[in-house]
């Protein structure tokens, strides 16, 4: 039986400069969640968390009011784990067993911020986060290691430092994918690097990227257990580590484990029948964070092109055709504040400040209210990894119009029952003929579209994503036992 279970939880400053999430997003509900699994199927086994979070708030407070702990550290770092789960709680309702969870505190965190380097900014990351793993495995040697935050580099050191130890892990997005390289090419129209491989510029950094895209390869052949959080990030780490993972004699499937949502705690609050249709105010509602890639402009402009052509013009300004777009603005980052200034600028630039509302930083149960009372929910961002937000429009019943490409597409609104849960849209046109056909379905139509929404939901519990994480991790502890001639 393994004695230790380390699960890398690098810096979330660091993640929100990669990824944008906040410190309550997706991808940290699959860390806790993922522990209490383990706790749930191995309760002898101790999980390792390491982490950047030096700073724990509260916790110092905490330790100066109680003499004992003061000259101990490590009773200083159970007062920082208590207070971490605690709000682990507090955020995402997941109740842990403290006593079985360490953390190892980091100080290398700043060797993973985008803003160190300026220049090749995806291998200057990459090879920083090495140093962080020569941080965190000089601290701390478990006997499984699984990354949840996507740095396979520190697998790779994992792996030449200790070649028995069985490693996984869990992927959220490739750092590199093919789109990205389709992206350079001068007549594409989607991403943020869109035609940007014209010239010599561009030609360097073709060149640059397809060869980090052979060197993070390469790093997947040392991964023994591979999850992915949707079919469509398991294509693209299929594509670029199955040569290195095939060649490293690494015979395990990549597997989809889908990221808990909150499904239930949802269907709880937002109720889906002909009684609540009533409270339906026919609004279309975005939840997405104030970011380029989230594509607001082109949502902004498909509402205005519905609203355009909508045949009753005496309505254009009826609060049933409204557009809420619901986001949190991160933390001392002025440039999200700039975004949602361009944002206004727009809308009134086409004359619908009327018909559209924000909702910054809305607290959760604000955003339940307007699920409650919204007929749509919408996605713009191309190639969404998973889609979490489109799944909680699904379990409060909106009918979801979104990005015809990624997770959204793959995976979520799909067929259920034998009809649609959607629809999928890729230009602004596309966007306003969806949105007019979702609001001209029939009550009785728009209510068995909500209900297939809400069983499509299901697919994505916390539950679900339990059964999954464990069956892998039983793999990871089969190798660990061969190792030790168990």
Sequence with gaps: MVNFLSL??????????????????????????????????????????????????????????????VSSTDAANAMKRDVILEKVEQNFNIRLHHSSIHFKFLSTRDWLLASRYPYFTLLGQSLGSLRVAYDALSQFVPNVFIDTMGYSFVTAFARFVFPSMP??????????????????????????????????????????????????????????????????????????????????????????????????????????????????????????????????????NAFAEFLNISKDISKRSSPKKKLVLLGSLRDDNKQDVRRVAQLRRLIQKLEIDDSVEFALNAPWTQMLDWLGKSSIGVNGMWNEHFGIGVVEYQAAGLVCVVNNSGGPKQDIVVDMDGGPTGFHASTASEYAEAFSKALSLSPKEALAMRRRARLSAKRFSEERFASRWKAQLDTLIHLQNKTLGH
Excluded at 15 to 32: I, P, S
Excluded at 267 to 274: C, L
Aim: include cysteine; charge should be negative; proline fraction near 4%.
């Design 167 to 300: 490693i996984g892990a869990y992927v959220h997005y490739p750092t590199i994918s093919t789109d990205m390289l389709g992206s350079l090419d001068v007549d594409s129209a989607e991403g943020l690097n869109a035609g940007t491989g014209k010239g010599f510029r561009g030609y360097v950094k073709r060149i640059y990227w397809h060869l980090f895209a052979h060197l993070y390869g390469w790093t997947g052949g040392n991964i023994d257990v591979v999850m992915t959080n949707s079919s469509w990030t398991k294509g693209h780490i299929q594509s670029l580590w199955g040569p290195s993972r095939s060649k490293a004699g690494k015979n395990w499937e990549v597997e989809v484990v889908f990221p808990p949502v909150s499904v239930e705690e949802i269907e709880r609050a937002v109720d889906v029948s002909e009684a609540s249709e009533h409270r339906r105010e026919g609004g279309i509602l975005y939840i997405a964070q104030f970011r380029p890639e989230k594509n607001h402009e082109l949502v902004i």
């Design 8 to 69: 890398a939880r690098m810096e979330p400053d660091a993640e929100k400069e990669r990824r944008g999430h906040n410190a309550a997003g997706g991808g940290e509900r699959v860390l806790w969640a993922a522990i209490k699994a383990t706790q749930e199927r191995y309760p002898k086994a101790a999980c390792i968390v390491y982490t950047g979070d030096v700073d724990v708030p509260d916790s110092e407070t905490k330790i100066l009011k109680t003499a004992e702990y």
